[in-house]
Antibody
């Protein structure tokens, strides 16, 4: 079945850019929407944004000015860039799939903890 | 966009039923039948339990059910079991074509 795996640095300095990649295996990247979702330690889930395999995107308005999502269908990967990070961006970052814009988010990656600290 | 409103905690004894509410607005929960529920055990990724308000993915126990009335969706767990103890999050599609999550509810099985 489809599996998602996040990868990237676990530590980022304040004011720098957080970059993560999600690799999709066991299924196609085409014809699906792909989301990034984060969870600060001990807190709830926050949707960051999604990208369609064609490259169209939509972002959480609260993060829109700092977020860029991209997709590389040849590598079955999609990526997240979050600029000007602060300690408030410390969280477990999950990538996930959904079949339609509003449809169920499933499956999810295992998540990767990114800590923002100098 | 504001987070959907969930109770911070609920509890129940084994065998009992509990219901978790998820309140949104006419721009999200009330506007679409795109409400889903996720279960999260400590240190684990969220797991889809209910989608499109009331549909269960294959493999999810029929003790889990979902419903919606107006701007409020609900998750009901019947015949509580110890393994149900977890955090539960609701999510909805919005009129801006974005997603919003609830703040989460901690379920304690007494």
């Amino acid at each position: 079945q489809v599996q998602l795996q996040e990868s990237g640095p676990g530590l980022v300095k304040p004011s720098e850019t957080l970059s993560l990649t999600c690799t999709v295996s066991g299924g196609p990247i085409n014809s699906y929407y792909w989301s990034w979702i984060r969870q600060p330690p001990g807190k709830g889930l926050e949707w960051i944004g999604y990208i369609y395999y064609s490259g169209s995107t939509n972002y959480n308005p609260s993060l829109k000015s700092r977020v860029t999502l991209s997709v590389d269908t040849s590598k079955s990967q999609f990526s997240l860039r979050l600029t000007s990070v602060t300690a408030a961006d410390t969280a477990v970052y999950y990538c996930a799939r959904h079949g339609t814009m509003g449809g169920r988010i499933d499956p999810w990656g295992q998540g990767t903890l990114v800590t923002v600290s100098s | 966009q504001s987070a959907l409103t969930q109770p911070a905690s609920v509890s129940g004894s084994p065998g009992q039923s509990i219901t978790i509410s998820c309140t949104g607005t006419t721009s999200d929960v009330g506007a679409y039948n795109y409400v889903s529920w996720y279960q999260q055990h400590p240190g684990k990724a969220p797991k889809l339990m209910i989608y499109d308000v009331s549909n269960r993915p294959s493999g999810v126990s029929n003790r889990f059910s979902g419903s919606k009335s107006g701007n409020t969706a609900s998750l009901t767990i019947s015949g509580l079991q110890a393994e149900d103890e977890a955090d539960y999050f609701c999510s909805s599609y919005t009129s801006s074509s974005t997603r919003v999550f609830g703040g989460g509810t901690k379920l304690t099985v007494l």
